[in-house]
DNA sequence: CTAAAGTATAACGTAACGTTAGAGTCAACC
DNA sequence: GGTTGACTCTAACGTTACGTTATACTTTAG
């Protein structure tokens, strides 16, 4: 699809589309040989995702990097989406009920406090920006994922037989203690496969491991190969860290 | 009270009273003897409104325009407004069924076509822009309601029987020829009497009839007194400036 | 084949504040 | 009563997300 055929589609300028393209927000997958940009249905979702960050007012830089972020997750950010589209709703509910006080207190109904005319008006902190912070940006998961985009489908095949091989070996020991060899060899397995993804400090390792029981996310996809890997997980990967630590 | 107390009650920055100030969209009612800004209740009030429009996305310059309007109606605008809020919350409404859907598709459960992916990311035209445009933009209108508004109670209803008499008048009229003597005759009461409270020029008398066609919120409230009675008043009018003009 | 519609880049303009910067003001505490 | 810290002022430049020309090339419809 044309420039023009996506603004009008979605309802946005094609000054917009430009000025997304050249920010870098949003290029077009193609191009005629006139330079003409050519928009995918990729595109178009990308669009539509990035719309709907815009509707919720983040900023187009804070988009970019969501967005561009190997760890973003289409579906999440979907759901994410629709948690503060359901909030903004909640907002406007308390507007339209501000406003419905206001108009009986014009017309003389009923008495309103000062702070209850503006009720409904404070945006702000939206408490799922912090959420999506936390949620897409951490460095460490964005190399090792971003590692992963680059490879070919065969090379993600075979990482991911090889990942979930030191998980099932973790999984296999995970009754006993985070620091006996066998665990240790594990997790010294899983470091340097982590890090020909995307090098990692040894700090960074054990923030990871941090992260495997404070975020649910990795908690959940890690414990589908066994309940209390992820604890066990950032137990050993601790025990490394300190160890190996000069 | 100060700023930062009124930036903190209403949830914004005190730079954007310091700029509503500024572009003379909000200005303090007093300031102390050291120049501090002071803000009354009414202007809290006018805050408010402002805000209302804001959150609805018009620009500043419009706001101040509309509610330094002469014929700006605190009660009717705040209508307006929650008209305004309700079509909002449709439209997000319609983006939250939008995400719904779109996280069905993204898991595989349905199929969407793209233009479904776009649904409520349509604002181009807000509807009620237009209708308040229409209900403060003109200047005519703005003059006699600014009238109306300086009469006093008695004055206005004084001026409201005459009104009354003179479209009873036409409405019996209607069924005869708009360029009949006893129409335009009453046409020219009405003219006389607009002109109490505004003074019209004849081709300004000769727009506002064709707005009692033109727009359906005069033709619903003329026609009240009597099925066409708006048609036949714009048609009067319409003779009444081409025969009296030189 | 030509006019109209669409597209490109480039670059300046704009709206609504944010962000210093420098200076005066006010209430409170030692 | 002096000083500190929270507020306030004006002034002016910075920023975001495009809008708006301007100029030139490309595609499509008649």
Redo the contacts with the bound molecule.
Sequence with gaps: M????VADLVGI????L??YDAIGLLSPDGT??????LYSEDNLEMLQQILFF?ELDF???KIKEMIHSPSFNRLEALELHRNMLLEKRSRLDNMIATIDKTIRHARGEIQMTTKEKFEGFDFSRNPYEQEARERWGNEAVDKANAKVGSMSKDEQEAMGKTMNGIYAKLAELRGGSPDSAEAQAAIKEWYDLLNQMGSYSLEAFKGLGQMYVDDERFTQSIDRFGDGLAKFMSDAMAVYVDTNRK
Tied chains: 1, 2.
Excluded: I, N, Q
């Design positions: 044309k420039v023009k055929e300028s094609v000054r917009t430009h000025h005629t040989e006139a330079g003409y940009r815009r900023p187009l830089t």
